[in-house]
């Protein structure tokens, strides 16, 4: 027999399990970013930017789920590592474009090993994690406005 407060439990609680889930998968990514110079969230802006060339902010940000606010200390500090460079659009001075300098194209092999030293530190087998990329990709997918 439940009760009324059984939602309440922490047990019950989807964001729980993500939010730690999360937390712990970025806390492991840390060593070997540090071997690189570069914060997670330095790091995924540039797997985007590995990816797409050239952006906007306001593109990068929707790619990241970041607002501006968030993420120009983030390009600051990549472009004083030599890794991006941001410029205004020639089309419209409102717009600030980010793309990869010749340093961030080069750091992308360097990066290249991440990937499988995450994998080596989390338990879980591929199937379970292509279903769990899978459903994560949903659910965002439904957060975009």
């Given amino acids: 027999m439940s009760d009324k407060y059984d939602a ?3 047990e019950n609680q989807l964001c729980f399990p993500l939010y730690v889930a999360s937390k712990e998968v970025v806390r492991r990514y840390k060593p070997l970013l540090d071997e690189l110079n570069l914060t997670y969230t330095q790091y ?3 797997l985007v930017l590995w990816e797409q060339k050239k952006l906007s902010v306001k593109e990068l940000g929707e790619f990241l789920f970041l607002d501006s606010g968030t993420l120009t200390p983030v390009l600051k500090s990549l472009e004083k590592k030599g890794y991006i460079s941001r410029k205004k659009s020639k089309d419209d001075e409102r717009v600030l474009i980010v793309e990869l300098t010749d340093g961030g194209k080069e750091l992308r092999e360097k990066a290249v090993s991440v990937p499988s030293g995450i994998a080596e530190c989390i338990d879980i087998d591929k199937k379970d994690a292509e279903k769990l990329l899978k459903i994560l990709h949903n659910m965002l ?5």
């Avoid at 997918?141 to 406005?145: I, R, V, Y």
């Fill in 44 to 46: 995924i802006t540039l």
């Fill in 8 to 10: 309440l439990k922490l």
């Fill in 141 to 145: 997918s439904g957060f975009k406005e």
